[in-house]
């Protein structure tokens, strides 16, 4: 599998070459998903990029190789901004790691396609706000949502880090909220009385209480 980052002239920006190990079968005809995932972090400048990732079969002399593509476009704002919420099955927690699976000097745990199912009590997330303003502390809202209406808010104070991007990690109980999708809000204030809205960013996800809880959702107690 050949991993490719793509610069707008064609020229790449990043590339990984990873060999897959397929289980080894008995019988080679039985035709098995065999699923793969992989978090890589790379840092870009802004610009419009091309992801492609390419699986070629090394047994395979004809119609072995398949392609997939998707444009990328990175354009940062010149003001205060937030980073695209991550949505937790498990509370974010202090470490001192640098991997693929910490951010902001946490260790996050995702949850499958933003999908809370059985014993899934609390939402938890993770997002960062980058040129924040100078200054006293800014204020953060919470608002959770379904489409029939079923809301939960919050607040919470926010002391903005100077040079470097402030992270923000929160937690909602999804109690009353009805299975189906949900909308999580995050809003921060800034200015005289923190009223004036100075960043915001939302997530979907989807609530399915019926449903048996991915691996990383929390046990019933």
Do not use: C, W
Request: cysteine-free; hydrophobic content about 35%; glycine content about 12%.
């Amino acid at each position: 599998m050949t991993l490719e980052i793509l610069k707008a002239d064609g020229k790449p920006a990043y590339r990984e070459i990873i060999t897959l190990k397929p289980p080894v079968l008995n019988d080679t005809t039985i035709a098995i998903k065999n699923p793969q995932s992989f978090l890589k972090r790379v840092l870009l400048p802004d610009g419009k990029y091309t992801l492609r990732g390419t699986v070629r079969d090394q047994y395979r002399s004809a119609g072995g190789k398949t392609t997939v593509e998707k444009p990328l476009v990175l354009e940062a704002p010149a003001g205060p901004f937030l980073s695209d919420i991550v949505l937790l099955a498990r509370p974010a927690v202090r470490s001192g790691g640098d991997d693929n699976f910490a951010r902001g000097g946490y260790r996050l745990t995702r949850t499958p396609g933003n999908g809370y199912a059985r014993g899934a009590e609390n939402l938890f997330f993770y997002t960062e706000l980058h040129n924040a303003p100078a200054g006293g502390p800014l204020r953060v809202h919470y608002h959770l949502t379904t489409p029939d209406g079923s809301a939960a808010d919050a607040d919470a104070t926010l002391t903005p880090q100077t040079g470097r991007p402030t992270t923000i990690i929160g937690q909602l109980p999804m109690g009353p909220l009805p299975d189906g999708p949900f909308t999580l809000f995050v809003e921060v204030y800034g200015g005289p009385g923190t009223k004036k809205l100075i960043a915001g960013h939302r997530a979907i996800g989807e609530r399915s209480s019926g449903e048996y809880a991915p691996a990383g959702a929390a046990v019933p107690r």
